[in-house]
């Protein structure tokens, strides 16, 4: 009686041990499942900056070559030399000719030119701030394309303050080419006002302020170069830096002595190797960034460390990359209030040092397991490690009695 007993008890407990295994091995079972969510994480607001750095100098915006042609004329004398600094409109030197009459109609007629251009420039410029003014917080699709087609590089998730940044960046750059026809006009005044003083002189006026770099006494061309007082940085691109780079990406640049940060935009890049392209050498691609504000310190040759801005993307939901499973569609394992853990399906933006951005599929908040890879079936129970670092005494004391109770009901009743 006694074996019999045994025997039946020993076929019932391995009955319910295989019971049990085929229920957890079955495709699709409803047995409860528990696994350990130890490391989790929330998804956040985040600004998200792909850039990437590279060394650049300090040197002028642009230099003006000035050349003479001794047609019909005869040179007289330098007015500069080599080191002087000179303001817009400055006399570099003196010619005499027979064409005075020529010459003063030339220049009256150029003058005329570059003040129609301004009026140009100057109409656009209150174009762009009256669409500034009128972009609302929330730009439409239809918007985004009006502010494409007017040249802006912008991107389907750009935000409005981005949108309002590219048209800044378009207005700045839409100044500093009012300014230079502005010095154009200077110097063509300069000379016709030379010319009516000095009667049979003429003379080639700076049309920018700079300092005279060179002077070529042998009337050789160039015969006088000047250098611009407003400088740039320059520098080099390797070949994957260069196809990510377009004119008019934001740069940030740190000069080791300077303690503020030199922001500005990339205005230029050579579409041509700096260098005979060879096989098996690497091939290197000018650019130059225009400063927006210049150091009041800062030298012609400082070398600088430039982060070149690619794509951004500002308050945007985000989660570090590891925690999304990277398969036909992004998705994450989210910790649900109910106990468990639910494969959500997610839309994948602007990427860079780890962190993701999410367009869609998921809430500020939401809380997200870290380790994606750990999970082998979808909507299973989770728990979490005990910390038992912040288990206290002092924290249990705390408690209220019915607080008490009810934990101690919580954790008799799960049991």
């Given at each position: 009686?006694?074996?019999?007993?045994?025997?039946?008890?020993?076929?019932?407990?391995?009955?319910?041990?295989?019971?049990?295994?085929?229920?957890?091995?079955?495709?699709?079972?409803?047995?409860?499942?528990?696994?350990?969510?130890?490391?989790?994480?929330?998804?956040?607001?985040?600004?998200?900056?792909?850039?990437?750095?590279?060394?650049?100098?300090?040197?002028?915006?642009?230099?003006?070559?000035?050349?003479?042609?001794?047609?019909?004329?005869?040179?007289?004398?330098?007015?500069?030399?080599?080191?002087?600094?000179?303001?817009?409109?400055?006399?570099?030197?003196?010619?005499?000719?027979?064409?005075?009459?020529?010459?003063?109609?030339?220049?009256?007629?150029?003058?005329?030119?570059?003040?129609?251009?301004?009026?140009?420039?100057?109409?656009?410029?209150?174009e762009l701030s009256s669409y500034q003014d009128?972009?609302?917080?929330?730009?439409?699709?239809?918007?985004?394309?009006?502010?494409?087609?007017?040249?802006?590089?912008?991107?389907?998730?750009?935000?409005?303050?981005?949108?309002?940044?590219?048209?800044?960046?378009?207005?700045?750059?839409?100044?500093?080419?009012?300014k230079k026809l502005e010095e154009k006009i200077r110097a063509y005044e300069s000379q016709l006002n030379y010319l009516d003083e000095h009667g049979d002189t003429a003379m080639t006026a700076s049309e920018t302020e700079g300092i005279v770099k060179y002077v070529n006494k042998q009337l050789g061309s160039p015969i006088v170069t000047i250098a611009s007082n407003t400088l740039a940085i320059e520098g080099s691109l390797n070949e994957q830096q260069a196809r990510k780079t377009e004119p008019g990406m934001k740069i940030i640049a740190k000069h080791p002595n300077e303690k503020k940060k030199i922001n500005g935009t990339i205005s230029a890049i050579q579409p041509f190797p700096e260098t005979e392209p060879i096989v098996g050498s690497p091939s290197k691609y000018a650019f130059q960034a225009t400063m927006q504000e210049e150091p009041e310190s800062i030298m012609i040759g400082s070398k600088v460390r430039l982060s070149v801005v690619t794509a951004e993307a500002k308050g945007v939901l985000s989660l570090p990359k590891t925690a999304i499973q990277l398969e036909k569609k992004p998705s994450v394992y989210r910790l649900n209030g109910n106990g468990t853990i639910t494969k959500q399906v997610i839309t994948t933006g602007l990427e860079f040092a780890g962190i993701q951005e999410v367009k869609d599929g998921l809430e500020l908040g939401n809380i997200i397991l870290r380790d994606s890879k750990s999970i082998p079936y979808n909507k299973p129970t989770f728990i979490t490690p005990l910390q038992t670092g912040k288990v206290k005494i002092s924290a249990f004391n705390e408690l209220s009695k019915r607080q008490k109770l009810r934990f101690f009901l919580i954790g008799l009743l799960e049991k």
């Open positions: 009686m006694k074996k019999w007993k045994i025997g039946t008890l020993a076929v019932l407990a391995v009955g319910f041990i295989a019971l049990n295994l085929f229920l957890i091995e079955k495709k699709d079972s409803k047995v409860a499942r528990t696994l350990s969510a130890g490391e989790w994480t929330k998804v956040k607001k985040a600004n998200i900056i792909e850039r990437f750095e590279t060394d650049a100098v300090i040197k002028p915006l642009e230099e003006y070559n000035y050349y003479f042609n001794d047609q019909d004329k005869e040179f007289q004398k330098f007015l500069v030399k080599e080191g002087d600094v000179v303001t817009t409109g400055a006399p570099l030197f003196e010619y005499i000719t027979p064409k005075l009459d020529q010459v003063k109609d030339e220049l009256e007629t150029e003058k005329s030119r570059y003040e129609g251009e301004i009026a140009g420039i100057e109409e656009y410029i209150d009128a972009i609302p917080d929330a730009p439409t699709a239809k918007e985004r394309e009006a502010a494409k087609e007017a040249g802006f590089l912008l991107n389907d998730s750009d935000s409005s303050a981005m949108i309002i940044s590219s048209i800044q960046q378009e207005i700045y750059k839409q100044e500093l080419e009012k």
